[in-house]
């Protein structure tokens, strides 16, 4: 890849996690908290700390080691947001109402929107720099540290898979990409809903779709396990582009994945409904 796809495929990744932050989780977290103002359980405080925190973390991480790559100081207001979090998080006791509870989230809404406007604007200046500059800075860009996110306690197994695929990016082994995508996809699936195996893939996302079964995606991740084996068979190997967009794709399904509720009836009623899992 040229030093600007790398570039653009930095921003990408850092424009679409700041979105997940400020469309998918921001609204789950409102939806968990509604339902629960007072903090009586600790579901709400447990999910804020160990999803919305922890991706909030993971993604200041990869934006200030980018400004630090490029020698960028900016005031994030990274502890604003943890503050309405935690205030989120632990309203037990805090004697707050509806409307506190709402103001908080506003508040949370406008830090989170003012920390996406002084990263967009970075961009543009380390763009600049890297016109003035030939793109010369680039070179010292470790694309491997702005790759995936970082380990977590849930799907080991999945991530381990995603690390290798990483690793091949990374030593521009392409046609083994793939091959550890659709692990990971697997294994990630069989932690989220307890199955032992899933026989068939096509007849597997297709009944979840017609059964009711909730996934971030049915339809796109598995053409990544259909089109890799025809690919393979035919001898013919992902472009880098497309292996880094699938690694991305895969490791944001995961991430999704793990945000979604379902009773464990639902899974057991989908299980009777379709042969393609026990």
């Known amino acids: 890849m040229s030093s600007r796809q790398v570039f653009q495929g930095i921003v990408a990744g850092i424009r679409s996690d700041l979105k997940y932050l400020k469309e998918d989780l921001l609204s789950i977290m409102w939806k968990k908290r509604r339902y629960d103002p007072f903090g009586r359980g600790d579901e709400v405080r447990n999910w804020i700390q160990d999803v919305f925190l922890d991706k909030l973390f993971e993604v200041h991480a990869k934006v200030e080691r980018l400004f630090r ?3 960028i100081g900016r005031d994030l207001p990274i502890w604003e947001i943890k503050k309405c979090a935690d ?8 004697g707050y109402n509806v409307g ?3 103001g908080i989230f506003e508040e949370l809404g406008d830090h989170i929107a003012k920390y996406d406007v002084i990263v967009e604007k970075s961009m543009g200046t380390i763009r600049k720099t890297l016109h003035d500059q030939n793109w010369e800075p680039m070179k010292r860009i470790n694309l491997d540290n702005y790759t995936l996110p970082v380990k977590r306690t849930r799907y080991v197994d999945a991530r381990d898979e995603l690390s290798t695929a990483k690793n ?10 793939l091959n550890h995508l659709r692990p ?3 294994l990630a699936l069989k932690e989220k809903f307890g199955f ?3 026989k068939g893939y096509k007849k597997f996302f297709d009944d979840a779709g017609k059964y009711g079964l909730r996934l971030p995606s049915y339809d796109m991740v598995y053409r990544y396990f259909d089109e890799a084996s025809q690919r393979l068979h035919e001898g013919r190997v992902h472009t880098p582009w497309e292996c880094q967009e699938a690694l991305e794709f895969v ?3 995961i991430d999704r994945l793990d945000l979604i509720d379902i009773s464990d009836k639902e899974i057991e009623e989908f299980k009777k409904k379709s042969k393609s899992v026990e």
Do not use: T
Request: no cysteine.
């Open 87 to 94: 205030d989120l998080a632990f309203a037990r006791g805090k």
């Open 69 to 71: 790559d490029f020698n």
């Open 168 to 177: 091949a990016v990374k030593e521009g082994n392409w046609e083994e990409v």
């Open 100 to 102: 506190v509870i709402m």
């Open 251 to 253: 490791a944001k399904f």
């Open 196 to 198: 032992k195996w899933i």
């Open 184 to 186: 990971a996809i697997d």
